[in-house]
């Protein structure tokens, strides 16, 4: 407890004290004047008065006195610098956010009303002249309430707000209250935290600092022991057996806390119907795998769950899924007339060689392309043959554009014309040989792009091991992109955007003939990915995580969440999603993104507006089973980190401030001199009044 002042030189004009006192103990002249013919007759005699030592007026000296300390103390901007601060702090209106944590560990247990009552105690104690605002954080932030001074809108916004589906993470609830806080221009202000305060959600650079005088106070809910069980993931494999499609399910479940083994029961459910069910023990700190019989799929959509039994914290109790049929991409390789007879059949082989039978591959020896072509393939590869002329050039232009795709693989054949510019990536010329006396090599390989993502890693294929006699120059135009180079700087493969569709050109043969490319392991995964990106398949995602925006207009969200070629979402029909709560998100008809975010865990189908369809396109929504990590952290530790605050009151309230920030804060947050001035200025007004009061009662008397 102590005082302390922000500009302690002006105490030295305390001495003015000293002037009441010499103005009560001056004594005036007397005004009579008695008119006498001479005085030089007469002697002068001393005249000490006892009067003038004597004070008369005790309660106008002090009176004067106290207004002239008041004032010199308000010009010293007076503070408080321990727990009396506190008080000094509550005088004046005060900017109150109260920042909740509703990310789905709220969910354990009763944290999430107890969180509530805190927060409407809160709210329960504030004066008339306070303002609330309410934020609500998981991922993100959200302020329900802003700068509120009804408490009755405040407890309503409390008493109706719900655990979302998210995980913990503090900057954005606490950034958002720091905006609130600095925008505010009331005297005081508080933050109230509220939450469970998991270790996982904090990174420690939350990028957050409240303003100087801000007071933090921590309040941790659901205390106590945290055993806990959920299915993290689900490893699905597809097979086929007697040419149907089956898949195998594998859960995995982790189990944290508790004190001793338990037998959980996990449960396969698809389409809301159980189909099979098995048991796993756990140890208090364990995990363990389950895998279920395959199971036939023939439906597209099909909805699955794998679900254990229910504990304290049940939104990682169950893990959703959806699966559809696999599609195989539908490739036409067009060899022309007089290739060779193996110039395909690397390439054919290497489609057909598919665990998922992702290919269904047809070679042609012609260059022409037919209606039923652009209506039914995935791919068409052009493998050493003149470009189609005439209709079926006009056909393959549409069918790339449409969104097919189309690979150019050069060799002797191969002929360039004008009619190909607005397709191609670039130009190509006459062969040419390596021009080293053996073979080329390639020197550069875009691992950023789809096709040769998977082998950027260690380990994961080597292309420079692949020896190239011959090739065709490639000059590639402004709309091309160059994927890989040989190592004398000449393009290999380059990359054209047409429409909806891409375009492909190889540099040399896809056979054992110009290179012996097609002899290294490295390339059937090649192949298979030029394959699945010219034909717009992505990797099947049967999930997706609470928090994540999708864009549905978006082919490749589309192909990855499961709808194939030519089953996208017209973006010249509305579309409306259907959250697995039951409400509603009206995706309207636009040539523009379609955003959904995925608010809820479970089931969200996207269908035109009042239909009925059996199977609509369905995105299942699973929690993101990091949030089921409940250890904690010490809430004076992050409330240290945010604010010039730690654990306890007084002056240290605002620690981590110097001590010259430190006082300044305490000074504007108080505003003691505000009060001091108000306080002269009163008794100057009553000092004025009695003394003329005192002059009129002595002016009667002498009268």
């Known amino acids: 407890m102590g005082l302390g002042f922000l500009a302690p030189l002006f105490m030295l004009a305390m001495a003015a004290i000293v002037i009441p006192i010499v103005v009560h103990l001056r004594e005036k002249q007397r005004k009579n004047v008695v008119e006498f013919p001479s005085l030089m007759f007469l002697s002068a005699i001393p005249f000490r008065s006892t009067q003038k030592r004597k004070i008369h007026h005790w309660l106008l000296l002090l009176t004067r006195a106290l207004a002239i300390a008041l004032l010199v103390a308000a010009f010293a901007r007076p503070f408080f610098t321990a727990e009396t601060g506190v008080a000094g702090a509550a005088l004046g209106p005060k900017e109150l956010v109260i ?9 354990f247990g009763d944290r999430w009303e107890e969180a509530k009552r805190v927060a409407s105690a809160q709210v329960a104690d504030m004066q008339p002249t306070d303002r609330v605002s309410l934020v609500f954080f998981g991922r993100g932030a959200e302020a329900t309430l802003r700068s509120s001074s009804e408490p009755q809108r405040i407890l309503t916004a409390i008493d109706t707000a719900s655990v979302s589906a998210e995980v913990t993470r503090y900057g954005p609830g606490l950034k958002l209250a720091q905006t609130i806080l ?40 659901g205390d106590g022991p945290t055993p806990n069980a959920a299915v993290t993931s689900v490893a699905l494999r597809r097979d086929f057996f007697s040419g ?17 083994s338990v037998e959980l029961p996990v449960v396969l459910e698809l389409d809301g119907q159980e189909i099979q069910r ?4 756990l140890e208090p700190t364990g995990s363990g795998a389950v895998t279920f019989q395959p199971f036939t799929l023939a439906e597209e959509f099909t909805r699955g769950r794998v679900r254990i039994g229910d504990d304290a914290l049940l939104p990682d109790n169950d893990l959703h899924f959806v699966l559809s049929p696999g599609r195989a991409l539908s490739v036409l390789v067009l060899e022309g007339q007089g290739a060779r007879g193996d110039a395909s059949l690397f390439l054919r082989r290497s489609l057909e060689i598919s665990e998922d039978a992702a290919f269904r591959v047809d070679v042609r020896a012609s260059s022409t392309v037919t209606e039923s072509d652009v209506e039914s393939r995935a791919v068409i590869v052009l493998n050493d043959t003149r470009f189609p002329s005439g209709a079926s050039a006009e056909r393959l232009r549409r069918f790339v554009q449409q969104g097919g795709g189309l690979l150019v693989a050069l060799g002797e054949r191969a002929v360039w014309t004008e009619a ?61 992109v160059v994927l890989a180079r040989f190592d004398d700087g000449s393009v290999a493969l380059a990359e054209r955007t047409v429409g909806e569709g891409r375009v492909l050109i190889w540099a040399s043969t896809l056979d054992a003939f110009w290179n012996d490319m097609a002899l290294q392991p490295v390339f059937l995964p090649f192949v298979h990915n030029v394959t699945r990106h010219l034909g717009g398949q992505r990797e099947r995602l049967p999930w997706f995580t609470a928090g994540q925006v999708l864009d549905l207009a978006d082919r490749e969200v589309q192909a990855s969440a499961g709808l194939g070629r030519g089953e996208d979402l017209p973006a010249e029909e509305e579309r409306v999603a259907i959250a697995p709560g039951g409400g509603s ?10 955003y959904l975010e995925l608010q809820e865990r479970g089931f969200y189908e996207i269908r035109p507006p009042g239909s009925d369809e059996p199977r609509p396109f369905t995105v299942a929504v699973n929690v993101d089973v990091a949030e ?28 981590g401030l110097t001590p010259e920030l430190q006082a300044e804060a305490q000074e504007r947050s108080q505003a003691l001199w505000r009060f001091l001035l108000v306080g002269a200025l009163l008794l100057l007004l009553g000092e004025t009044i009695a003394s003329n009061w005192m002059s009129r009662m002595v002016t009667a008397r002498g009268s």
Request: proline share 8%.
């Open 182 to 221: 600095e925008e505010s221009d009331l005297p005081n202000r508080e933050v109230v935290l509220i939450g469970d305060f998991q270790r996982a959600g904090y990174t420690g650079d939350e990028g957050v600092s409240f303003p100087p005088g801000t007071a933090v106070t921590p309040v941790r809910v």
């Open 99 to 107: 920042v909740v944590d509703r990310s789905y560990s709220m969910a």
């Open 585 to 594: 998100v009206s995706l309207p008809a636009t040539n523009g993104p379609r």
């Open 628 to 655: 089921s990590d409940l250890v904690t952290m010490d809430p004076a530790e992050l409330a240290a980190a945010v604010a010039p605050r730690v654990e306890g009151p007084g002056s240290e309230r605002f620690a």
């Open 278 to 281: 098995r048991a796993v023990t």
């Open 244 to 260: 149907r499609e089956r898949m195998t399910a594998t859960a995995r479940v982790v189990r944290s806390g508790g004190e001793a």
């Open 420 to 480: 190909q510019a607005e397709m191609l990536p670039g130009r190509f010329g006459p062969a040419t040989d390596s021009g080293r006396g053996s073979s080329g090599r390639l020197g550069f390989v875009d691992y950023s792009h789809p096709v040769f993502e998977i082998f950027g890693g260690p380990r994961s294929g080597d292309f420079s091991r692949a020896r190239f006699f011959r090739s065709r120059p490639l000059t590639v135009s402004e709309e091309g």
